[in-house]
């Protein structure tokens, strides 16, 4: 069903908002929006990133070849230029170098999103369990939905077309091409709320890494992490809760920390009582 929302994707010549939250006054507000991470949070796309990249680095005869830790490493860089950037600082040992690391980057990446949007093609994702649902029951309640990511526009586009409605289910989509400052720093949050119309403490994160985390909280919205394939050892001490998934009726998430429940199904009486219990 149609709901008569409009996607809204924010541009990059809008200024940042929030650079503190400290202007924003307390007290109980009523829970009026969501705002979701994409890679890892909404599906578990990182494995297949990673895929992309060696591929991209093979297509290239590059010798490089990432494994499981170092790409564990260096998702603490929001976005693939920069992670590939940050690799040749200060991971890679070789002797070659490359005179133009920005170009490098560049064409790396571009080569890396062709690959995936090839594998999402093949009909190799899913959105994690419980996404579908919880983001059904918000919109049919009136709750406005939001993205913060890192991911480039065009890595949103190819789940868009291939595994997430992002223009059915969003009312606005910060990606990581739109600020100026990728996550940790909590720029993507202040530009979803401000185009939401809603304050942090109107809002619920979910975030599956300390980097999103981290982002999520210093722009003052409290979190959910839902702990995914290459995040599992992450530090969600920030988190409201850590969970294994948002689980779905009948087939409930782990809660790995953070509330006394031994199981919980995320949905939206879960999320009240949580929003009224932080602040």
Request: with cysteine; net charge negative; hydrophobic share 40%.
């Amino acid at each position: 069903m149609q709901l008569g929302y409009s996607l809204t994707l924010v541009d990059a010549q809008r200024p940042d908002r929030c650079k503190s939250v400290a202007g924003f006054p307390k007290g109980v507000r009523m829970l009026k929006a969501l705002i979701f991470d994409v890679d890892g949070t909404l599906a578990e796309t990182e494995r297949l990133h990673l895929l992309s990249f060696n591929a991209a680095f093979a297509e290239t005869e590059m010798d490089w070849a990432w494994d499981d830790a170092l790409y564990r490493h260096l998702l603490s860089v929001g976005g693939s230029e920069e992670r590939v950037r940050y690799f040749l600082d200060t991971v890679y040992t070789g002797s070659k170098t490359w005179p133009n690391s920005g170009e490098l980057a560049a064409d790396l990446r571009a080569r890396k999103d062709r690959h995936f949007r090839r594998l999402l093609g093949a009909g190799a994702l899913s959105p994690r369990p419980g996404v579908s649902r919880l983001i059904t029951e918000a919109r049919a309640a009136g709750l406005r939905l939001g993205i913060a990511t890192s991911a480039s526009a065009r890595s949103l586009d190819a789940l868009s077309q291939h595994v997430l409605p992002v223009d059915d289910w969003f009312d606005c989509v910060v990606t990581g091409d739109s600020v100026s400052r990728k996550k940790p720093a909590p720029d993507a949050y202040c530009r979803v709320m401000d185009c939401l119309g809603v304050s942090p403490a109107e809002c619920i994160a979910f975030e599956d890494s300390t980097a999103g985390l981290e982002s999520a909280v210093a722009a003052g919205v409290v979190a959910i992490a839902t702990v995914s394939e290459f995040t599992d050892g992450d530090d969600f001490s920030r988190a409201a809760v850590v969970l294994e998934h948002l689980g779905d009726p009948g087939a409930p998430a782990r809660v790995v920390a953070g509330d006394d429940a031994s199981s919980a199904c995320v949905d939206l009486d879960y999320l009240r009582a949580l929003h009224e219990r932080t602040h």
